[in-house]
């Protein structure tokens, strides 16, 4: 388990994080996930201000606890991690409760979306799954949660986080000493790493009344800047003065980028919509602007007004010891350094424009983008635009 503590003081708490590796192949262990996250947060609500999640790879566990009783509320919050029971009337509402929840998310079109872009975007067998399938939830039994918790709640491959007023040496030493004894080693857990592959054109899902798009860029090349790479998704598509915001000033017909990590893959992310009759206009406009940032990258004022936003945006949201934790541990879970948060404003600041440019012409090329676009019209008529070939394939889900 790695331990990480560090001194904050602006507030007399003690930001506990823990994050425990629960990546969900399929759709089996992916409804079990989901399950013992529920379990967890009902054993921790009668013990501390505590919330558990699980966001498809991993299971988060966040209390906030006295500066002066931490080290107590830490030991407390891990046995009753460990210890909690699973009885089986609790554990058929949370069953019930979550397929449900399940049923809906299926029914999401958005959702449906962002999934079908997730698949496409990675080679076989693609990135872990974040939602359980309702029929293989409903046939889950208490037996299957208890094995799946005693598997997933040990040491291997977690990360421990403090953040607060305390002093980080002396803590790492408590950690140490209350881990050992709260929780096992267990067995080493290996992470596949899903691997991007951009298909370079567009899936075509028939919809019936607007016109929504998701678009893709893998940005984890070791030759390129991070930071450049996130200031782009800042200049492209972030904020009101971004390029993006400016090709489309009305919000029935727009466009936004940003960022995600999926199984510690960075992605470059542009969701744009249009109301019904409008996706041609939507996919061309795309097109243009895409082109001209290839051509004609940030630079001078523009590139400071990004860069102005971005630092402000990420400085901005460290406004407690909370958020501080929040942010360790996120980055933990993309598999960054455990100091990224205080190096990545340096690396911001220091982003040339050829570096900017050399990313525009990296993630914006067409044949680095995998794009699912839903509309109610064609994809002839769409294809019109040249935003993207299409796959040849059009699928009808709603």
Same mark, same amino acid.
């Given at each position: 388990?790695?331990?990480?503590?560090?001194?904050?003081?602006?507030?007399?708490?003690?930001?506990?994080?823990?994050?425990?590796?629960?990546?969900?192949?399929?759709?089996?262990?992916?409804?079990?996930?989901?399950?013992?996250?529920?379990?967890?947060?009902?054993?921790?609500?009668?013990?501390?201000?505590?919330?558990?999640?699980?966001?498809?790879?991993?299971?988060?566990?966040?209390?906030?606890?006295?500066?002066?009783?931490?080290?107590?509320?830490?030991?407390?919050?891990?046995?009753?991690?460990?210890?909690?029971?699973?009885?089986?009337?609790?554990?058929?509402?949370?069953?019930?409760?979550?397929?449900?929840?399940?049923?809906?998310?299926?029914?999401?079109?958005?959702?449906?979306?962002?999934?079908?872009?997730?698949?496409?975007?990675?080679?076989?067998?693609?990135?872990?799954?974040?939602?359980?399938?309702?029929?293989?939830?409903?046939?889950?039994?208490?037996?299957?949660?208890?094995?799946?918790?005693?598997?997933?709640?040990?040491?291997?491959?977690?990360?421990?986080?403090?953040?607060?007023?305390?002093?980080?040496?002396?803590?790492?030493?408590?950690?140490?000493?209350?881990?050992?004894?709260?929780?096992?080693?267990?067995?080493?857990?290996?992470?596949?790493?899903?691997?991007?592959?951009?298909?370079?054109?567009?899936?075509? =899902?028939? !919809?019936? &009344?607007?016109? +929504?798009? /998701? %678009?893709?860029?893998?940005?984890? *090349?070791? $030759?390129?800047?991070? #930071? @450049?790479?996130?200031?782009?998704?800042?200049?492209?598509?972030?904020?009101?003065?971004?390029?993006?915001?400016?090709?489309?000033?009305?919000?029935?017909?727009?466009?936004?980028?940003?960022?995600?990590?999926?199984?510690?893959?960075?992605?470059?992310?542009?969701?744009?919509?249009?109301?019904?009759?409008?996706?041609?206009?939507? =996919?061309? !406009?795309? &097109?243009?602007? +895409?082109? /001209? %940032?290839?051509?004609?990258?940030? *630079?001078? $004022?523009?590139?400071? #007004? @990004?860069?102005?936003?971005?630092?402000?945006?990420?400085?901005?949201?460290?406004?407690?010891?909370?958020?501080?934790?929040?942010?360790?541990?996120?980055?933990?879970?993309?598999?960054?350094?455990?100091?990224?948060?205080?190096?990545?404003?340096?690396?911001?600041?220091?982003?040339?424009?050829?570096?900017?440019?050399?990313?525009?012409?990296?993630?914006?090329?067409?044949?680095?983008?995998?794009?699912?676009?839903?509309?109610?019209?064609? $994809?002839?008529?769409? #294809? @019109?635009?040249?935003?993207?070939?299409?796959?040849?394939?059009?699928?009808?889900?709603?």
């Amino acid at each position: 388990m790695r331990l990480i503590a560090v001194r904050d003081a602006r507030a007399p708490v003690a930001e506990l994080r823990l994050l425990i590796p629960a990546v969900a192949p399929d759709s089996r262990r992916a409804g079990l996930a989901e399950l013992l996250a529920r379990g967890l947060r009902a054993a921790l609500a009668a013990t501390a201000h505590a919330k558990v999640s699980w966001d498809g790879e991993w299971l988060r566990v966040e209390a906030s606890l006295p500066a002066g009783t931490w080290a107590t509320g830490l030991a407390r919050t891990l046995e009753c991690l460990r210890a909690s029971e699973i009885l089986d009337g609790d554990f058929a509402r949370w069953r019930a409760g979550l397929v449900n929840q399940a049923r809906l998310r299926a029914r999401d079109h958005r959702q449906l979306l962002a999934r079908s872009l997730r698949q496409r975007a990675f080679a076989p067998p693609g990135p872990p799954l974040d939602l359980p399938h309702p029929a293989l939830l409903a046939a889950t039994g208490p037996a299957e949660l208890r094995e799946f918790r005693a598997r997933t709640l040990t040491a291997a491959g977690a990360a421990l986080v403090l953040a607060g007023d305390i002093d980080p040496e002396a803590a790492v030493v408590t950690m140490t000493r209350t881990a050992r004894r709260c929780w096992p080693d267990g067995e080493p857990r290996a992470r596949d790493r899903p691997w991007p592959t951009p298909t370079g054109n567009l899936l075509a =899902l028939r !919809g019936e &009344r607007e016109t +929504l798009l /998701e %678009l893709c860029a893998p940005s984890g *090349a070791a $030759a390129d800047s991070p #930071a @450049a790479h996130d200031l782009l998704i800042v200049a492209l598509g972030a904020y009101a003065g971004s390029r993006l915001a400016q090709r489309f000033p009305d919000p029935a017909c727009s466009a936004a980028a940003g960022l995600d990590v999926i199984g510690g893959q960075r992605l470059l992310l542009l969701s744009a919509q249009a109301p019904a009759g409008h996706g041609r206009e939507l =996919l061309a !406009g795309l &097109r243009a602007e +895409l082109a /001209e %940032l290839r051509e004609r990258p940030p *630079a001078g $004022a523009e590139l400071e #007004a @990004a860069r102005t936003f971005a630092l402000g945006q990420f400085l901005g949201v460290l406004d407690s010891p909370a958020a501080l934790a929040d942010k360790i541990t996120t980055d933990l879970g993309y598999g960054r350094a455990a100091d990224w948060v205080f190096r990545f404003p340096h690396q911001l600041r220091k982003v040339t424009a050829a570096e900017l440019g050399l990313a525009c012409a990296r993630l914006l090329s067409p044949a680095a983008l995998t794009g699912v676009v839903s509309s109610d019209q064609s $994809a002839e008529e769409l #294809a @019109a635009a040249e935003l993207l070939p299409f796959s040849g394939n059009t699928t009808s889900w709603w």
